[in-house]
């Protein structure tokens, strides 16, 4: 497979953290449309499309489908035959922490469980190793100290390059960093839900990781696609509302919602942008992103989200609207 070879011209690479890693500016996500239920012809076209855009980091875990495991499956597959010769050009991030397999062993963030998850994790995308390992979600019952000892043990044993966690709170993140750090092990990212509609993070744990050296990338910036002209005339029938398997509910598209779709989606077109691009350069803003963590369905929903990247400036008056139009609904 040949990919363009302009391919890293225009992607902004940023430093995660106080790593030496660089990531670029919007990184893919494999939650949905990757799974065997999905249209192999379509991710195919959309993860060439990534990689020819300067997209090198993909993101995935344990149970990404439907069905759990196939997203990893289906990326390996296409990673050794379509970006063969590629490997050392990619950034490729499982993760652990929700339920697996059945049993007290397949869950949480216990030694057993997330050792033999990251191998089999490895087993189905066929590689040695994957450049970053997370821990998917705070466990209330393992002592973090075991979780966080797991992470050190994974990369000492070669089978990840870098560790992060995800989903961790503020006071939570501090501890699991701190642990990190004295193990010798930096926690090199933390990913958490991050968007115009979801902004739990700007209260403490974005400080955290400025003053930890610690990077970030939000998923589901574009709040499963309610930040984007999707639903602004109902829920189409190939859209993520309208799967059975899809995780944004319909109840989440209110009349109320659409109307602020609506007005946000007009201050875009101010702005020269579509609304997802708005949103995601809402995010990029902040100098503590390192990467917003998108999902598509096809193609060119990738290529009109990468177009974030040529205005990612607010002035004031429009970061005032914004702010005005998110508080209508809290
Ligand atoms: N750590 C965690 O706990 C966690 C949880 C969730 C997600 N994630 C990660 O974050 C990634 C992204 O999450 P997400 O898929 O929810 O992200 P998202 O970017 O908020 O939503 C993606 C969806 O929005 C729609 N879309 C995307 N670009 C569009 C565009 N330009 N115009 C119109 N519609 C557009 C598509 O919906 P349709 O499918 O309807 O076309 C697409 O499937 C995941 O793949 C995963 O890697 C992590």
Redesign the pocket.
Same mark, same amino acid.
């Given at each position: 497979m040949k990919f363009s070879a302009e391919r890293y011209q225009n992607m902004q690479y940023r430093r995660c953290g106080k790593s030496g890693l660089l990531l670029p500016a919007v990184s893919?996500?494999?939650?949905?449309?990757f799974g065997d239920v999905d249209d192999v012809k379509i991710y195919r076209k959309t993860l060439h499309t990534a990689f020819n855009n300067g997209i090198t980091h993909f993101?995935?875990?344990n149970n990404?489908g439907p069905p759990p495991g196939s997203a990893e499956i289906n990326f390996g597959k296409l990673l050794h035959t379509d970006f063969k010769g590629h490997r050392d050009e990619l950034i490729i991030s499982t993760?652990a922490g929700?339920t697996m397999w059945p049993g007290p062993y397949g869950d949480w963030g216990s030694r057993k469980y997330l050792v033999s998850s990251l191998d089999q994790s490895l087993q189905r995308m066929k590689l040695d190793y994957v450049d970053i390992f997370?821990h998917?979600?705070p466990d209330p019952s393992t002592p973090l100290e075991e979780t966080m000892s797991t992470l050190d043990l994974i990369v000492r044993r070669g089978k990840a390059l870098y560790v992060g966690i995800?989903?961790y709170p503020a006071a939570e993140a501090k501890k699991a960093i701190s642990l990190l750090k004295k193990m010798g092990t930096p926690c090199l990212i933390h990913?958490?839900?991050y968007?115009m509609f979801e902004r739990w993070v700007e209260d403490g744990l974005l400080d955290v990781l400025e003053k930890e050296g610690v990077g970030c990338i939000p998923? @589901?910036?574009? %709040? =499963?696609?309610l930040?984007?002209?999707?639903y602004l005339k109902g829920i189409?029938r190939?859209?993520?509302?309208?799967?059975a398997h899809?995780?944004?509910q319909k109840d989440a598209i209110t009349q109320e919602r659409v109307q602020q779709i609506q007005k946000l989606d007009a201050l875009a077109k101010q702005r020269g942008q579509?609304l997802?691009?708005m949103a995601l350069a809402w995010l990029l803003k902040d100098k503590r992103v390192t990467s917003?963590?998108?999902?598509? @369905?096809?193609p %060119? =929903?990738?290529e009109?989200?990468l177009k974030c990247l040529r205005h990612i400036e607010f002035d004031k008056a429009e970061l005032i609207a914004i702010e005005k139009i998110l508080k209508e609904i809290v």
């Open positions: 893919l996500g494999l939650w949905h449309n993101d995935l875990a990404y993760k929700y997370y998917h979600r995800s989903n990913q958490p839900k968007s998923f @589901s910036p574009l %709040a =499963q696609g930040l984007t002209n999707k189409p190939n859209s993520r509302a309208a799967k899809g995780f944004l579509t997802a691009q917003v963590l998108v999902g598509a @369905s096809s %060119a =929903q990738l009109d989200s």
